[in-house]
């Protein structure tokens, strides 16, 4: 069971949401893991689409738009995610 407002999907449909985004962000610098992962994301979804690398979590999330179209992608080893995730 999802909680109230979360995005739910079905085996073989696509949430419309991640439908809509183009843009990723992430940590740098080039070649890491992370920014790997986005181009891996993009190519699975068989979409383009333009990553951004930041120097941290924190100020790549000050950076991502609140428009959509947006997502952040972030190690789940990263040391303040817990804060991060939380303080949003």
Known sequence: MSAPGSPTTTAGTRN??????RHLHTLGPSGTNLETA????FRRR?????????????????????????ALVACAVYPDLHTLSLSQ
């Open 38 to 41: 986005a181009h891996e994301w």
């Open 46 to 70: 068989d979409t383009s689409g333009e990553i951004t690398l930041h120097e941290s979590l924190e100020i790549a999330l000050e950076r991502v738009p609140r428009t959509g179209g947006h």
């Open 16 to 21: 419309t949401d991640l439908d809509d985004i």
